[in-house]
């Protein structure tokens, strides 16, 4: 059962207890690389790398070394819709964690010279995606997916943009997105709800988390995404296939059925549909997969695999043949309870982990007034048909609404 506290200053807290001897903590902060606009892409991301250089308080030494010191693990990433802080450490160190959390987040100075030396590490950084296909071609995929909108960014930036930020852009961004109301505390280990609230209370309560957001509103999506057939020359070894379509956004009634609908086409199990038809029957690649990606306001499919120079084709009319198959024939009542059964015991495995719960209830939070239990959402599994899987593959995986791209 997860527990729910709202500070003051509107930071939302969620808790699960456990009796584990490590406790996971992470702050989420409704911002990322789709609230950039114009030079600012890429801001969201190199926050999240500078925050750890240095506070009112701390130098970067002693950042680092607040949570390694006792031998607990500190990160934090960015993604188009969120940042997360986040820590894992013995229950015995959460208040270390949540002090620092609220240090790095409210009181970083971006020192310049410590700011000048980040811009060269992600720069590298970009420079390393650049170097993996398999992972650029999503991005790219995006980019013409989405056209002009924010959501089109390359989480990273460009370099241009990375060499021009400064302590002073970077805290005007920060002042107006990195605010009470956009935040959520996430915690799931062995310690007193009262003490955490207390915890919380005592670090990010205080004078001057207060301030309200004056940041224009995210653009929505109000238009179509673009459609294309593209291959680009990158020289690669085997041909990187990327296919795609709209799908339901993270709102969306569909978005059960959907995520089942994923599972069975080219989830992570050796026997989805893809994996069977392309790998195991063909040998044509290593890699095939699907994924499903919802947004606040739309959401992407994706089916990506690397094959033999010479197999590109075939492949992509054989995942057009199983789409086609998800789209044709129901699945049997068998099928589907085995398909709902799997999905189940995926997501068990993935919340035995603390720290994943950890961050899937955070990211939840940020979106929902109440997060579903593993319990609500295997009822909710359990209740899709296969008629209604059928339905929402016509509607969303037929071949007119696919768009292509190639690396070779």
Do not use: W
Not at 127 to 152: C, Q, T, V
Not at 197 to 208: D, P
Not at 220 to 233: K, Y
Request: net charge negative.
């Amino acid at each position: 059962m997860y527990q729910y506290h709202t500070l003051n200053n509107g930071i939302r807290i969620i808790f699960r207890q456990n009796n584990s001897i490590v406790t996971h903590a992470g702050v989420y902060i409704n911002v990322g690389s789709r609230n950039e606009q114009g030079s600012e892409e890429g801001i969201a991301h190199f926050i999240e790398h500078s925050i750890f250089k240095g506070t009112e308080h701390r130098k970067s030494y002693h950042i680092r070394n607040r949570i390694d010191g006792v031998g607990g693990e500190l990160d934090a990433f960015t993604s188009k819709e969120e940042t997360c802080v986040y820590a894992s450490a013995l229950s015995a160190h959460l208040e270390r964690c949540l002090e620092l959390f609220a240090d790095i987040i409210f009181h970083s100075t971006f020192p310049e010279h410590e700011i000048e030396k980040e811009k060269d590490v992600v720069i590298e950084e970009i420079n390393l995606y650049k170097d993996s296909p398999s992972e650029l071609i999503y991005d790219e995929f995006e980019e013409r997916f989405f056209g002009s909108h924010p959501l089109a960014h390359n989480i990273l930036g460009s370099k241009k943009n990375v060499k021009h930020f400064t302590p002073a852009i970077l805290k005007d961004f920060m002042r107006r997105h990195y605010t009470p109301e956009k935040m959520v505390i996430s915690v799931v280990g062995n310690v007193e709800f009262k003490k955490l609230i207390h915890l919380c209370q005592k670090y990010f309560e205080h004078e001057g988390i207060d301030r309200t957001s004056d940041a224009q509103p995210k653009k929505t999506i109000d238009t179509a995404p673009m459609q294309f057939n593209h291959t680009v020359n990158r020289h690669t070894h085997q041909v990187h296939l990327l296919a795609g379509c709209k799908a339901p956004s993270l709102f969306d009634n569909n978005k059960t059925a959907f995520t089942l609908l994923n599972n069975i086409i080219g989830g992570p199990a050796m026997n989805s549909r893809l994996n069977v038809a392309i790998r195991e029957k063909e040998g044509f690649c290593y890699t095939i997969e699907s994924q499903y990606v919802p947004f606040t306001d739309a959401g992407v499919f994706y089916i990506y695999a690397g094959v033999d120079s010479g197999a590109a084709e075939r492949s992509t009319q054989l995942i057009l043949d199983e789409l086609r198959h998800m789209r044709n024939t129901p699945l049997t009542a068998q099928h589907l309870k085995a398909a709902q059964t799997q999905l189940i015991g995926q997501m068990a495995i993935n919340n035995d982990s603390g720290l994943n719960e950890m961050q899937s209830i955070g990211k939840a939070c940020l979106n929902f007034e109440h997060v579903d239990t593993l319990e609500e959402m295997n009822r909710d599994i359990l209740a899709v048909t296969s008629e209604e899987l059928q339905e929402v593959a016509n509607q969303y995986l037929t071949e007119e609404n696919f768009s292509y791209l190639y690396y070779v």
